[in-house]
Structures are given as structure tokens and as C-alpha cells.
């Protein structure tokens, strides 16, 4: 034989798998190592670029490193009002809802609080938000907060457009305490100009049962606005007196 026989692979031997799927974060993170990533780099740049005001240059290099640390719930935090500065609210909202989530799992409540907070500076449309912080605050023993919380939400979505969910954040705090008379009484009032008067009867004839002094004032007085009979008025004049 004149040529030399193929190299035969010794028996036992192993050889490493280096192949990697293609969607992967190890695949995506190579490909940024490869092509010269250099975290720290890029986050200094990024943070360069915010201060300029360049919020899509930011986004683009923070969205560079998330790529690599899709787990990096601090970073995902920092780029939130960026994403809601850029009119891009639902980006935001996952932001700051998986930072928050991850910080009360860890037992880091009042962080995850501080988290919601700050998100609602820029989203305070949505409920999901406002329901979450409220729910953080009952974690945390402090049920009149949760209250504020929801009432506070509902005076920042004013008007019709948002009348519906305002009802929705004050659902949720029924939910909590079916017996915190702002709570009940402001969904009566909104339920009666969303056109379910009858429910908002109800619910004005629930809260009739167990408020006293100038809370029964007021639930007698709007129900005599809403319906003026002399039984109302009747009604009325006794809570004016101090009477049930």
C-alpha cells in the first residue's frame, strides 16, 4: 500500500458536542462574544445614551444585553421607562411586573412594592398594576394602603373612556373588604353612570345596613337623589337626626 489509511477514532474516545440550537440564549450569547460583546461596554454606552436623550439607541444596546441575561430582572427594570417613554406600555408593564414578581418571591416585598410604584408613575391606566400593588400591600398587613391604592387609581382614570376600568379596581377592592365604605360607595356611583342603576341600588342598600353618622348621611342622600320619594326623604331625615 502506498497511501497512509484514514485515522481511525480510538476506541472510548469522546469528542465534545459544541452544537447549539440556534434560537438558544447560549446560542445568542456566543454569537455576541464572537462578534466582540463586551457587556460593560455596552451598558456604559447604553447609559451614555440615555443621558443624551438617544432612547432608541438605549433600548437597542440594553436589548442587547437582555438578549444574553433574559433572567436580568434589575436590567429589565432600568430599561421599563424607557419602554414606556418610547409608547411601548405593554413592554413596560412585563418589565416591571416580572421585576416586582421575582423581588416578592424572594421575600422582598416592600422592594417589589417600591417597583409598582414607580410603574405606576408612567402606566397609571393599567388596572393590573394598581390590583397588584393593593394585593402587595394586604401581604404586607397594610389593607387601609391597599384601599388608597385602588382609589387612587380610579382618580387617575377619569372620564367615560376609563369609567370601566375604574369599576374594575374598585371590584377588586370588594374583593379584599366588602365593608370599606369609599371603596363601595364610589363603585355605586360609577356603576349608576355606567347605566346599571339597579346594582348600584344594591349596593347603596348594602351599605345602608351597617354605616352610621355621616357615612349613612351620605348613602341616604344619594339615594334620595337618585330616587326622590317621600320614603327617601323620610330616610334621609332620620340619618340627618342620627337615627337608623
Wanted: positive net charge.
Amino acid at each position: 500500500m502506498t497511501g497512509r489509511e484514514p485515522s481511525r477514532r480510538r476506541a472510548g474516545s469522546v469528542t465534545r458536542n459544541t452544537h447549539r440550537p440556534a434560537g438558544s440564549v447560549e446560542a445568542r450569547g456566543v454569537a455576541f462574544f464572537q462578534a466582540g460583546y463586551d457587556r460593560d461596554r455596552i451598558l456604559a454606552d447604553a447609559a451614555r445614551a440615555r443621558r443624551r436623550g438617544r432612547r432608541r439607541k438605549a433600548l437597542e444596546l440594553y436589548g442587547r444585553v437582555l438578549a444574553a441575561e433574559p433572567g436580568n430582572r434589575e436590567l429589565a427594570r432600568r430599561v421599563a421607562p424607557l419602554l414606556a417613554e418610547a409608547k411601548r406600555p405593554e413592554e413596560a408593564w412585563q418589565a416591571w411586573r416580572r421585576a416586582a414578581e421575582d423581588l416578592a418571591r424572594r421575600g422582598f416585598v416592600d422592594q417589589a412594592i417600591g417597583v409598582y410604584r414607580e410603574a405606576k408613575r408612567y402606566l397609571p391606566e393599567e388596572p393590573l398594576l394598581w390590583c397588584a400593588l393593593a394585593d402587595l400591600e394586604v401581604a404586607r398587613g397594610r389593607e387601609p394602603d391597599a384601599f388608597g391604592t385602588l382609589l387612587e387609581g380610579c382618580g387617575r382614570l377619569r372620564g367615560r373612556r376609563h369609567r370601566a376600568t375604574a369599576i374594575r379596581l374598585l371590584e377588586h377592592g370588594r374583593r379584599i373588604s366588602r365593608r370599606h365604605f369609599e371603596t363601595s360607595f364610589e363603585l355605586a356611583r360609577l356603576l349608576a353612570k355606567e347605566g346599571e342603576s339597579e346594582r348600584a341600588a344594591r349596593l347603596l342598600d348594602e351599605l345602608a345596613t351597617w354605616t352610621t353618622g355621616r357615612e349613612l348621611r351620605r348613602v341616604r342622600l344619594r339615594q334620595l337623589r337618585r330616587a326622590p320619594t317621600p320614603a327617601a326623604l323620610w330616610r334621609w331625615l332620620r340619618a340627618l337626626a342620627g337615627w337608623r
